[in-house]
């Protein structure tokens, strides 16, 4: 059945004071005080008729169907704009009151025709509910006056469609995408009856500043706004409550279908991370789940010039225990490997470093959380003593003053990005760090205070210069350092930070960033209650990423901004299982729980629960893996849902690494990049097809749940539990709650949780466990994970990757609202419609200097490889840097990226990258071999379907 929430009418009151009793229709209530009158109804179980107002947005009181009478007052007052007061009796039922709005009604149904039968809204319709309720069947008034029936309808949004005829002037489109979204990009132009909604200047949706969000649509009582696909398919009859498999937000929906066919996704009020709210991608692009690209039947061949052959599970399995085992016995145990992928879910990535523990005997595991934020558990794991983000997602509501550094949130965690927005229209102050000019810096009603332009490759010095103000300028948090961080480090870190050579005007040289304003900067962190700091892709991949994520954590130490909501260290995962596979033991030096492999103690636990002997000692990193496969040292690797040779560093290497391979497993629903270069392909289930858990940045473990049955016939942990099985491992789970209940036994963070608590309490954010049973929403409140905080010392080294005569200009990468990280996904749903191939941003200066116009062909060289993309001139990046994004494989963005990386843990350095631009007239070699080996591979693969 689908899911029914009551609306309550309005919001939730923030004012504080003494609960309000009151009459309603003879019915006593007491509720918190700056209730609306609408909303005590309905707590009362009174059901007031209501168009323009929703519990999601405030109070607006212009569709005049709420309309009560209270004793003691003239007239009769909107309920929904109508604050509760002690002793109140209201009355919501008489003739009065069904005659006023009855002719409200008659008005609205004068322009809108009940033709309730031929609408796609029929049985979803507010203004139908309600006309029902008042026994409203026509309109005295008629039609046969002037109306907007023969309005043109817009379907240029390739998601939904606009019908004027059927809009209401409510208002709700507007409110949403003003005070949800915070993008502003509906109005009401017109006055009175020729009053009509607008995108834009009169523009259609998509030439519109319209981000597609769907908060629109889905707050729109009518037809007015309404899903293609319902209009085609026709309303869902049942709903499943699933978390987004996109970015690391973690939104919570409702999968609503009908059959077999999910038709459309709407956001979960309830959701934790979300609480209603949605973004392109998780709103509408769910249809690569059923795309006919997907991989539905296994497939073997020996060589990957051969065409692939379909096979059973059983032969692909089989087939798939025997060449690992024969590569085992020829090259020895430590010749295979595996790497797990944040879009499975924690169960599958616990499996998968099971059985590569356990069943290849090695630990030769690790995951793309490698090449994103390996940094952030290093260095947070060494300042704070846990290797996770802070705060929840809802904490920024208390935040004074927001540094975000190296994250784009509008673009890679829009609806993160829309809490963040509100936030700052309340009057919280924004600082921004990075090279390239985000839409945060200047977008509707949000300005930066500092918009810090630094060069890429400085980030440590950059956090040194905050630190070093804050330390020389007796800003520092006295007592809150005395109390909670180790006296020694502190002051060892203090004599550094303090030195002249981490002064804004000693490092202005490194930055860029003008002494006086970075000053200005540090001072207003420093100087209110609570300042939060909000990190991405832009501090973990860099050379120098653990550093700097130490460098953060320092920051917010030495202000006190920890333990306590408004404040923190957030990163923004990328996708959306970052943190859930790293917490599930993916590293190839720890066991889930981030517990090192060597320590024996830890080791002795897993050992007893899986009865069988573990390696004392790490294996090998993802980079290592493909060095010992060129040097003939590693022959045999099983992938799942990771695509290696399109997201990794150095493609050109990756190709090498993956062609060197004996057999190469791949498990996913397409055949991405790396699966052109595999023996065995294994289909993989999509986030409709399984169920699960996932967990987002803030650490909120959240239920995924099947809507339909697997394509391939198989979940995916199923798959490899078939796997071990059939190469000696005996794993037998009925069901992924079991998974779970068993990473719940052997991890204390995840003690508490079970899918019986989820179910109840709808998300849980780790740790949970004895001391936090419904878990943990702010980190480090009265100590360090850790005990005491430690301060780090974290010297600046320049990076290896620097600009020179051959290489003059920077480039550094990022990602694009409508697309998501490869673009496996995206690229299969309309979303290209809005983006469509990856382009160069390029300043002017540069641009002219080279010969380059608007739209040009642009050769990128760098010492790793060459490719080709098109121009954008722009200001947005500044002279000596370029900008581009990575969701296409054709354009070959990493074939330039070197394997350059962080000096703990390998984190690729893509953020820093010297290149030489100029004017071109045909693709690269590398596209050129790219796109024949991509065309051959396909034709294999269409033969082994014919």
């Known amino acids: 059945m689908l899911q029914q929430h009551t609306d309550m009418g309005t919001p939730i009151p923030l004012k504080i004071g003494m609960p309000v009793s009151l009459l309603i229709d003879g019915k006593s209530v007491t509720v918190p005080n700056g209730s609306s009158v609408m909303r005590a109804a309905a707590q009362a179980g009174v059901k007031v008729p209501k168009l323009c107002a929703t519990d999601s947005l405030d109070a607006f009181g212009s569709c005049r169907v709420c309309l009560v009478e209270i004793e003691g007052r003239k007239g009769f007052p909107a309920s929904c704009t109508t604050e509760v007061e002690e002793g109140m009796v209201v009355t919501t039922q008489s003739e009065r009151l069904t005659g006023l709005r009855r002719n409200v009604v008659e008005l609205y149904v004068s322009d809108h025709p009940l033709d309730c039968v031929t609408c796609s809204a029929n049985g979803d319709c507010e203004l139908q509910d309600v006309a029902q309720a008042l026994g409203v069947e026509s309109s005295r008034y008629g039609l046969d006056g002037v109306n907007h029936l023969d309005s043109e309808i817009d379907n240029s949004n390739p998601y939904f469609s606009f019908n004027p005829s059927q809009c209401i002037a409510c208002f709700r489109c507007i409110r949403a995408c003003d005070d949800i979204q915070g993008t502003y990009a509906l109005t009401m132009d017109g006055r009175g009856f020729k009053s009509k909604i607008s995108a834009g200047q009169e523009d259609t949706f998509m030439a519109s500043d319209c981000v597609s969000c769907g908060a629109c649509v889905n707050h729109c009582p009518t037809e007015a706004l309404m899903e293609k696909q319902v209009i085609e398919s026709g309303l869902p009859e049942r709903s499943v409550t699933t978390t987004c498999a996109y970015c690391g937000v973690g939104c919570s929906f409702h999968a609503e279908i009908k059959g077999d066919t999910v038709v459309r996704m709407t956001p979960d009020k309830k959701g934790g991370a979300n609480e209603g709210h949605a973004c392109i991608k998780g709103r509408f692009a769910f249809g690569y789940a059923t795309h006919k690209d997907r991989i539905t039947q296994p497939m073997i061949r020996e060589s990957i010039d051969d065409p692939w052959r379909e096979v059973s599970w059983d032969e692909a399995i089989q087939y798939t225990a025997h060449r690992l085992r024969a590569i085992q016995e020829k090259y020895g145990r430590d010749s295979i490997g595996g790497i797990t992928s944040s879009r499975c879910t924690n169960e599958e990535t616990y499996l998968v470093q099971k059985m590569v523990r356990a069943a290849f005997g090695n630990n030769n595991v690790d995951t793309c959380a490698r090449v994103c934020h390996s940094p952030t558990g290093y260095g947070l794991k060494t300042t704070l003593g846990e290797s996770a983000g802070t705060q929840a997602f809802n904490s920024v509501a208390k935040a004074d003053v927001i540094l975000v550094m190296g994250a784009n949130p509008s673009e890679a965690h829009p609806v993160f990005a829309s809490r963040l927005k509100h936030r700052l229209r309340q009057g919280a102050k924004l600082i921004v760090a990075d090279p390239r000019r985000i839409d945060l810096v200047n977008a509707p009603h949000v300005r930066a205070e500092h918009h810090l332009a630094l060069r890429p490759g400085s980030n440590v010095a950059f956090i040194n210069a905050m630190a070093h103000v804050v330390v020389t300028e007796g800003l520092e948090d006295s007592d809150f350092i005395a109390l909670r961080c180790e006296e020694k480090p502190y002051q060892k870190w203090r004599e550094f930070i303090s030195g002249e050579q981490n002064s804004p005007e000693a490092t202005e040289r490194i930055t860029g960033i003008p002494a006086k304003q970075l000053r200005a900067a540090a001072r207003l962190f420093a100087g209110v209650p609570n300042a939060a700091i909000y990190y991405g892709l832009g501090v973990s991949e860099h050379s120098q990423g653990s550093t700097t994520v130490m460098g953060i954590a320092n920051l917010a130490m030495v202000t006190g901004n920890l333990g306590r909501e408004g404040v923190g260290v957030n990163p923004l995962r990328g996708q959306n299982n970052v943190q859930g596979s790293c917490d599930m033991g993916s590293f190839p030096h ?45 022959k045999g690797l099983y992938v799942q849902g990771e695509d290696v040779a399109q997201s990794d560093p150095n ?274 070699e590398w596209q050129k071999e790219y796109r024949a080996f991509a065309a051959r591979q396909e034709e294999l693969l269409e033969k082994a379907r014919v």
């Open 590 to 634: 720890e066991l889930p729980g981030y517990r090192h492999i060597s320590d024996p103690a830890v080791r002795g636990l897993f050992e007893q629960d899986w009865n069988t002997s573990l390696q004392a000692v790490p294996g090998l990193r993802i980079p290592n893996m493909f060095d010992a496969s060129i040097s003939g040292n590693f």
């Open 651 to 924: 493609t050109q290497h990756v190709e090498n690494a993956l062609r060197a391979l004996e057999c190469l497993v791949v498990q996913d629903i397409f055949l991405n990049e790396t699966a052109r270069f595999a023996h065995v392909l294994l289909p993989g289930s999509s986030f409709l097809e399984k169920n699960g858990t996932f967990t987002n940045a803030e650490r909120r473990i959240s239920m995924v749940r099947k809507a339909i049955e697997p394509l391939a016939g198989l979940e995916d942990w199923e798959v490899t539990m078939a796997l071990s099985n059939a190469l000696g491992y005996p794993m037998n789970y009925s069901h992924p709650s079991e998974i779970m209940d068993e990473i719940a036994r052997l991890t204390p963070t995840f003690h508490g949780v079970s899918y019986a608590k989820l179910d109840r309490l709808g998300s849980i954010q780790w740790p949970c466990n004895d001391e936090a049973p419904d878990g943990t929403p702010t980190m480090h409140v009265d100590e360090f994970v850790r005990g005491k905080g430690y301060f780090a010392i974290t010297g600046f080294v320049p990076t290896d990757e620097r600009s020179t005569r051959k290489y003059p200009l920077l480039m550094t990468t990022g990602r694009i609202l409508s697309q998501y990280n490869v673009g496996a996904q995206t690229r299969r749903t309309a979303n290209s419609e809005f983006y469509s191939e990856d382009l160069l941003e390029i300043h002017p200066f540069d641009a002219e200097e080279r010969g380059i116009g608007e739209g040009d062909w642009c050769g990128i060289a760098s010492r790793a490889g060459e490719t080709v993309l098109r121009a954008v001139i722009t200001d947005r990046v500044q002279p000596g840097v370029v900008y581009t994004t990575f969701h296409f494989p054709s354009s070959g963005a990493n074939v330039i990226t070197t394997d350059n990386s962080d000096w703990a843990t390998n984190c690729p350095e893509y953020k820093v990258t010297a290149v030489q631009v100029s004017h071109v007239r045909e693709p690269s």
